[in-house]
């Protein structure tokens, strides 16, 4: 019915959006512990706690758009788990660089 190159695509496809995921949970765990020492240490400030709390829904949301787009469009399920991770990654990738300076 399908090719070997139908295969290997699809088996591609999956390991980037597993990559990718990881990726988001990686910076994720960093974000965490890097804002609980400045929890820890005093040192977080209002701005960083505000940001901490407001960020969260809107990437959710993003995601959420992303993916429903995705769907839409009659993109493979591949494809749509990419759409939703992808604003969770960049966003907690975006946050580990920014508290890591």
Do not use: C
């Not at 190159?5 to 512990?33: C, D, P, Y």
């Not at 709390?53 to 749509?80: C, I, N, S, W, Y």
């Amino acid at each position: 019915m399908y090719g070997f190159g139908f295969l290997f695509q699809s088996s591609s496809n999956w390991q980037k959006a597993a990559i990718e995921e990881q990726e988001m949970w990686a910076a994720a765990s960093e974000v965490i512990w890097l804002r609980g020492w400045q929890m820890l240490t005093g040192t977080m400030t209002s701005h960083e706690a505000t940001r901490m709390l407001v960020e969260k829904p809107l990437a959710f949301a993003r995601a959420a758009q992303d993916a429903g787009e995705a769907v839409v469009t009659g993109r493979d399920p591949v494809a749509v788990t990419r759409a939703a991770v992808g604003p969770l990654r960049s966003e907690a990738r975006a946050n580990a660089r920014r508290l890591r300076s």
